[in-house]
């Protein structure tokens, strides 16, 4: 069974331009979560999906960063213009069920993302 | 709010060898969710080991154990007979009963010499 998996790997991009990372759930997971890490703090919980929709967005930074989950499988997030502060490593992750004790967060390698 | 708090940025230690890697953490929450999460270089963060705080027994997954002290809030994570695959950064993570959010550490990394 595929992973949670995210591309690019790796992205150098300038102040200013755009950025747009996918990720690819397990299948058959209906949330999906993303979490970001700058460099040397904790990772951060960013938002939530449930299926298409968004169960909880209160971990976005603001409105440069935009998620989206057309159709319930994979998801994008977009940073436009981006900040040399958005640099970091951006993790998707995903889970079969909700809450509860059997609840498992599987997590992807992670997109690593260098502003200059 | 909760925090975690992992007090240790670098830990080492020799194969064969054991080590333990420090968690606290604070909530007012009563039933709530800790986790060890390790993520190897360039590879996916995977589930080390959890721990439901409603139980006291101590979580152990084969050389991996936690010593979970939920009056002193602490959560830390034991490897025995360390191997060189060990090697990784590990986060202490904390989820709230009624919700899938984490909340992780700063992380530790972990040095695994021959």
């Known amino acids: 069974e595929a992973g949670v998996t995210q591309f690019p790997s790796h992205s150098v991009i300038e102040k200013g331009q755009t950025v747009t990372l996918r990720c690819d759930p397990i299948s058959g997971h209906d949330n999906l979560y993303w979490y970001r890490r700058v460099m040397g703090k904790e990772i951060k919980f960013l938002l939530h999906?449930?299926?298409?929709?968004?169960?909880?967005e209160s971990g976005m930074p603001n409105n440069r960063f935009l998620a989206e989950r057309t159709g319930g499988t994979y998801s994008t997030l977009k940073v436009q213009p981006a900040e040399l502060e958005d640099s970091g490593v951006y993790f998707c992750?995903?889970?079969?069920?909700?809450?509860?004790?059997?609840?498992?967060?599987?997590f992807g390698e992670g997109s690593w993302l260098t502003v200059v | 709010a909760q925090t975690v708090t992992q007090s240790q940025p670098e830990m080492s230690v020799q194969e064969a060898e054991t080590v333990t890697l420090s968690c606290t953490y604070d909530t007012s929450e009563s039933d709530y969710y800790l986790f060890w999460y390790k993520q190897p270089p360039s590879r996916q963060m995977i589930l080390v080991i959890r721990q439901e705080a409603y139980k006291q027994q101590n979580a152990t997954e084969n050389r991996f154990s936690v010593n979970f002290q939920k009056a002193a809030k602490s959560f830390s994570l034991k490897i025995s007979d360390s191997q060189l695959g060990d090697a990784a950064m590990y986060f202490c993570a904390y989820r709230g009963y009624n919700t899938d959010k984490l909340i992780f550490g700063t992380g530790t990394r972990l040095q695994v010499f021959p």
């Open positions: 992750a995903s889970s079969q069920i909700r809450g509860g004790s059997g609840n498992t967060i599987y």
């Open positions: 999906f449930v299926k298409e929709s968004k169960q909880d």
